[in-house]
T-cell receptor, first 109, second 116 residues
Framework: KNEVEQSPQNLTAQEGEFITINCSYSVGISALHWLQQHPGGGIVSLFM???GKKKHGRLIATINIQEKHSSLHITASHPRDSAVYIC???????????FGTGTRLQVFP | DARVTQTPRHKVTEMGQEVTMRCQPI?????VFWYRQTMMQGLELLAY????????DSGMPKDRFSAEMPDATLATLKIQPSEPRDSAVYFCASGLVGGITNYGYTFGSGTRLTVV
């Protein structure tokens, strides 16, 4: 079993829909990262969370440390949100990231 | 915006050739990572440095891969000799880490390596 699990693996949506991507992890962590990667593109760090909730534009990330679970929400989705979203956790006492396998999101007009 | 610069962006080489990938971390960042991304394995950590000293290179095939930081503005990843199975996208990331504080990481655009 992977230490970081994401669901769903693939997601399609119509423009304007509310999107939720989930991440569960099994290790103790000091922080959780949400990353975005467009096809053929680089990796962009969206959020780094250690508790609670963060919001940036149409993106919202939440984390529940007790349940070892995080969600990434996209409100009013747009075709340019189409990308792979990767959850990664940093375990205690290390700077290394453990990556989920990613969620491929496609938003259609 | 400060960014992590990787060169080259694309590299096609023949099996057996030496490949050198370079990374310029963000000025002031003290931690540098090298990751490899493939369709099969996803993102894997190859090596990372703190204040130019290697902290962990357990993810790197030692017989052919080497990673160095000759100075604070340059990190290199070399493959010698290269093999077709090394074909992947190699990402560099940097961050500022101090004690319990971590300000997050910034990734470069990657080097897409194809070994034929």
């Amino acid at each position: 079993k992977n230490e970081v699990e994401q669901s769903p693996q693939n997601l399609t949506a119509q423009e304007g829909e509310f999107i939720t991507i989930n991440c569960s992890y099994s290790v103790g962590i000091s922080a959780l990262h949400w990353l975005q990667q467009h096809p053929g593109g680089g990796i962009v760090s969206l959020f780094m969370l250690s508790s609670g909730k963060k919001k940036h534009g149409r993106l919202i990330a939440t984390i529940n440390i007790q349940e070892k679970h995080s969600s990434l929400h996209i409100t009013a989705s747009h075709p340019r949100d189409s990308a792979v979203y990767i959850c990664a956790v940093r375990s205690y006492n290390t700077d290394k990231l453990i990556f989920g396998t990613g969620t491929r999101l496609q938003v259609f007009p | 915006d400060a960014r992590v610069t990787q060169t080259p962006r694309h590299k096609v080489t023949e099996m057996g050739q030496e490949v050198t990938m370079r990374c310029q971390p963000i000025l002031g960042h003290n931690t540098v990572f090298w990751y490899r991304q493939t369709m099969m394995q996803g993102l894997e950590l190859l090596a990372y440095f703190r204040n130019r000293a290697p902290l962990d290179d357990s993810g790197m095939p030692k017989d052919r891969f080497s990673a160095e930081m000759p100075d604070a503005t340059l990190a290199t990843l070399k493959i010698q000799p290269s093999e077709p199975r090394d074909s992947a996208v190699y990402f560099c990331a940097s961050g500022l880490v101090g004690g319990i504080t971590n300000y997050g990481y910034t990734f470069g655009s990657g080097t897409r390596l194809t070994v034929v």
